[in-house]
Nanobody, 113 residues
Framework: QVQLVESGGGLVQAGGSLRLSCEVS????????FGWYRQAPGKQRDLVAG???????NYAESAKGRFTISRVNAKATVYLQMTNLKPEDTAIYYC???????WGQGTQVTVSS
């Protein structure tokens, strides 16, 4: 059974940083691509950043230059380092095992102005 567990969210002031973690169990982690998505109240869930099995990354325009996605296969964990956070980054952030449709429960990120 595949499980994704996010952590690291919280309340931070604008300009601050957070690092989100997504621990994955029940899969051959190194084979898969992962994505971080976010969903703000009343809005759709959008891709923030993705990383494939080889470590290639892609980012939403809003995340470029501020967010960094990475993975540590030995720990079966995907990270999202977020810097220079803005109030518009406030959302629930979800980890996704891409192509198979598995999601974590989400972690709340709130950025105060």
């Amino acid at each position: 059974q595949v499980q994704l567990v996010e952590s690291g969210g919280g309340l931070v002031q604008a300009g601050g940083s957070l690092r989100l973690s997504c621990e994955v169990s029940g899969s051959t982690f190194s084979r898969y691509s992962f994505g971080w998505y976010r969903q703000a109240p009343g809005k759709q869930r959008d891709l923030v950043a993705g990383i494939d099995h080889s470590g290639r990354t892609n980012y939403a325009e809003s995340a470029k230059g501020r967010f960094t996605i990475s993975r540590v296969n030995a720990k079966a964990t995907v990270y999202l380092q977020m810097t220079n956070l803005k109030p518009e980054d406030t959302a629930i952030y979800y980890c996704n095992l891409q192509h198979l449709g598995y999601w974590g429960q989400g972690t709340q990120v709130t950025v105060s102005s």
